[in-house]
């Protein structure tokens, strides 16, 4: 069986000349009667498992023997029985069981030897150490899982309360800066490699200002004489800005500059379509 | 943990202070507002249509005063805040400002910048489309608003930025935006690093 | 609601009433649990710790015996609904609240008490394979996340519980946790079952 080939790997440890054979007549011998389960139950039984270790604990504690004192044959027995069973049931098997079978018989067979004394005159270790600490830590875990499941829960026992905001929140709205502005731009001029192409120094900002100013005047107030478009300017820098603007305006055909006659007063208004014809020469 | 009911069983009709208990419970946990027939199904027993109206509006007098108020809304009753609670929770959660996409930012440098500008100069400059949910959200902000139209076919909106755009920002003169020479400089900086 | 001040300004300091009642609005209001540092952002004026320790306590003594409760978990605050009000509340809702396997349960549990562990360290213990379903189970809940790797071939994820698992079983600290019986007790324990 595998469990025979994974022990004659071990190498050094002793390995069992005939463990099957052995197996059942130890299982007549030794099996307590309550660790008996009908074939029949099995399948249903083993789906209540987790694992080797869920069933070694069952099988330990059915028996009612100390789990620091596991009498190894009795138990090797009655789980090699189970995992025949399981295999004659079952075509796939997790290899965990077999692992586990072949761990038990390992423990089981080096119980056997006698124990050599060590140098040092130390107790040598119980073969079956570091089974019973396992065991014991997962059935701790498993006490442990049950009484997670104990403690009341969101959704099971309680709920959260949370009730409406009356107004939805002021929306809270991103801080911008000035400079996020700034870094903006750059990443566009690096992305379309523009820089050759626009370059807006100071002075055209602020023309570019006064364009969108005389187009929102333009659009609340209507038509405008030309003058009117001035008469807000407190300084010359101003009024040259802002004539710059209408110029640049008029040349990108953003308004149109109309003059019925030679000395008539010039009229501002929003370019239209129909009188392109009348729009001033383009700067 | 271990002391709790398993499953409470209503044997006995239960008090109408326990219904109100259980009633008021149901309408605090819910996000929503829970319609009469909601409210009934959370007993076994059928529940008498004007006595959980009366212990509804029982319910409603009790919470008065209080910083949550019992309402009826279209879809039922629920609970919810009362307005003078706004400036309080607006104090606690206005701690986290968000933060504009990368592409609002753009858009609203080139308005800036270039203005007055249509959006099919900015998605020139982008190279992308500009999503009409970026001019939204900048004009619902108040900080661009439509000057006018080019006139070309289908005579396009032209954006430019508003004195609100400055304010918020701490500007007097949009030449107070920083210049793109320094930019370039900016650029060049980093071009060198 | 308009006949309420449009904002609020509490100009002279608010008394501990008037706390109490803002407290308990933005508690109940409140999708998260608040802390204290979120409830003391509340107010204008500095909050003194020792009060709203103090008003906090009264608030959740004057809860005791409703539907609701206040309780302290480990992200702060929150009102929920108590465990007598779920069967009333499941009837309303038509579902039975999620049962977990114990494949879910032992892993959630070798997860709280011996974290941070791998998937290994877990299948050491239980003897098994974890599947990765049960892994993805416990991170959609929100109870564990992978919070490093374990330097050793393959950099295995480490897995801890969160906050809001604390948060979810009404616990401040994983010292809150159920003790782990000791080897006799687990014994007994299964004796008794």
Excluded at chain 1, 116 to 128: F, I, K, L, Q
Excluded at chain 1, 185 to 212: G, I, N, Y
Excluded at chain 2, 42 to 61: G, K, P, T, V, W
């Amino acid at each position: 069986m595998v469990a025979q080939t994974v022990i004659a790997g071990e190498g050094d440890e002793a390995v069992l000349p005939h463990p099957t054979a052995r197996l059942y007549g130890e299982t007549l011998e030794k099996l307590p009667l309550d660790l008996y389960i009908p074939p029949d139950a099995l399948e249903v039984f083993l789906d209540a498992f987790q694992g080797p270790l869920d069933l070694l604990l069952y099988l330990i504690r059915k028996a009612n023997v100390d789990i620091l004192d596991i009498p190894m044959a009795p138990l090797t027995a009655q789980y090699l029985a189970y995992v025949d069973a399981m295999r004659t049931h079952r075509l796939e098997l997790a290899a965990e069981y077999l692992l586990m079978a072949a761990m038990l018989l390992e423990i089981k067979s080096r119980m056997l030897l006698p124990r050599p004394p060590r140098e040092s005159g130390e107790d040598v270790e119980d073969p079956r150490a570091e089974l019973v600490r396992r065991l014991i830590e997962y059935e701790q875990m498993k006490a442990a899982a049950l009484a997670l499941d104990g403690i009341p829960r969101i959704q099971r026992e309680h709920e959260w309360v949370g009730v409406q905001v009356a107004e939805r929140l002021a929306e809270i709205q991103p801080d911008v800066s000035a400079t996020d502005l700034q870094l903006a731009w750059l990443a566009l001029m690096r992305r379309a490699d523009m820089t050759r192409h626009h370059k807006v120094s100071r002075e055209a900002l602020s023309v570019r200002e006064f364009m969108s100013g005389i187009l929102r005047r333009l659009q609340e107030e209507g038509d405008l004489r030309f003058d009117q478009l001035f008469e807000r300017n407190p300084t010359a820098a101003h009024m040259v800005v802002n004539f710059l603007a209408v110029l640049e305006l008029a040349r990108e055909n953003l308004i149109e500059l109309l003059q019925l006659e030679a000395f008539a007063p010039i009229y501002v208004r929003t370019a239209r379509n129909d009188t392109a014809d009348v729009v001033a020469e383009p700067g | 943990m271990s002391e709790l009911p398993e499953t409470t069983q209503p044997t006995s009709s239960p008090s109408p202070a326990d219904i109100k208990r259980v009633l008021e419970a149901a309408l605090l946990a819910s996000q929503d507002a829970l319609g009469t027939a909601d409210l009934r199904k959370l007993f076994e027993q059928d529940l008498d249509h004007a006595l959980l109206r009366r212990l509804l509006d029982e319910l409603r007098e009790e919470w008065s005063g209080r910083g949550i108020e019992l309402v009826q809304v279209a879809s039922g009753w629920r609970f919810r805040t009362t307005a003078d609670m706004q400036p309080y929770l607006d104090r606690m959660r206005n701690e986290k400002p968000a933060k504009y996409s990368r592409a609002v930012l753009e858009t609203l440098a080139i308005i800036a910048y270039r203005q007055p500008v249509t959006r099919g100069d900015i998605e020139d400059i982008r190279g992308v489309a500009v999503s009409p949910g970026i001019i939204k959200a900048l004009e619902g902000r108040g900080w661009i608003d439509s000057v006018g139209y080019r006139e070309v076919p289908g005579r396009p909106a032209l954006y430019a930025t508003t004195r609100r755009f400055l304010d918020d920002l701490g500007l007097r003169t949009l030449a107070e935006l920083p210049p793109l020479a320094e930019l370039q400089k900016v650029m060049e900086f980093n071009d060198a690093r």
